[in-house]
């Protein structure tokens, strides 16, 4: 076995998985059940931490529609789990910095809310809303009031798309040189 391995219980009827870097394979061993992944796959990488602080982590990892889920505490009881960051930390490293190296179009982000993605959703939402009111202006006797109102709700519009570019979109990881305060 390689000396990059990760091991935790996921569920409490499932035997442990592991998680071992071969190469430039993650391998999922769960029970008699083995699956690899190439990271030349490698589309997403996503490290999340809970805002409070705490040793929990976890790393989404995508490989087009095939994701895996790696967690950095094992369940050994009802409330009760295993810390295990130290192997999650250097298995989540290595990973990056191969999956860096054999698949350079990856994405390396944190999870969490991304202001930009939610003002994105908004902007849809109220462009659907202008719409339906010019097409209400067609057909009801006050156009006036509704072209009026989407004439308002698009200057609307126009204002967020010009503040877009300039939203936060979240936290870039490079894949050589993670925070400290992400994995320890």
Do not use: C
């Given at each position: ?30 029970g ?51 810390d ?66 989407a ?8 204002l ?25």
């Amino acid at each position: 076995m390689s000396a990059l391995l990760h091991k935790a219980r996921l569920a409490p009827f499932q035997p442990e998985t592991a998680w071992s870097l071969e190469g430039g394979t993650l391998v999922e061993r769960r029970g008699g059940r083995e699956r690899r992944y190439d990271l030349a796959t490698l589309t997403r990488y996503r490290l999340a931490k809970p805002r409070g602080g705490g040793r929990q982590r976890a790393l989404v990892l995508s490989f087009g529609r095939l994701k895996v889920a790696i967690a950095s505490q094992s369940w050994r009881g009802p409330g009760l789990y295993d810390d295990r960051l130290e192997s999650f930390s250097l298995l989540a490293r290595a990973i990056a910095a191969v999956g860096a190296d054999l698949s350079p179009r990856a994405r390396f982000e944190t999870a969490g809310f991304k202001l930009a993605d939610a003002v994105t959703l908004v902007t849809g939402l109220l462009a659907i809303g202008t719409l339906a009111l010019l097409m209400l202006a067609v057909s009801s006797s006050m156009r006036g009031m509704a072209v009026d109102l989407a004439s308002r709700m698009a200057f609307l519009l126009l204002l967020i798309f010009a503040a877009v570019p300039w939203l936060p979109k979240g936290e870039t990881l490079d894949p050589h040189d993670l925070p400290e305060r992400w994995l320890p």
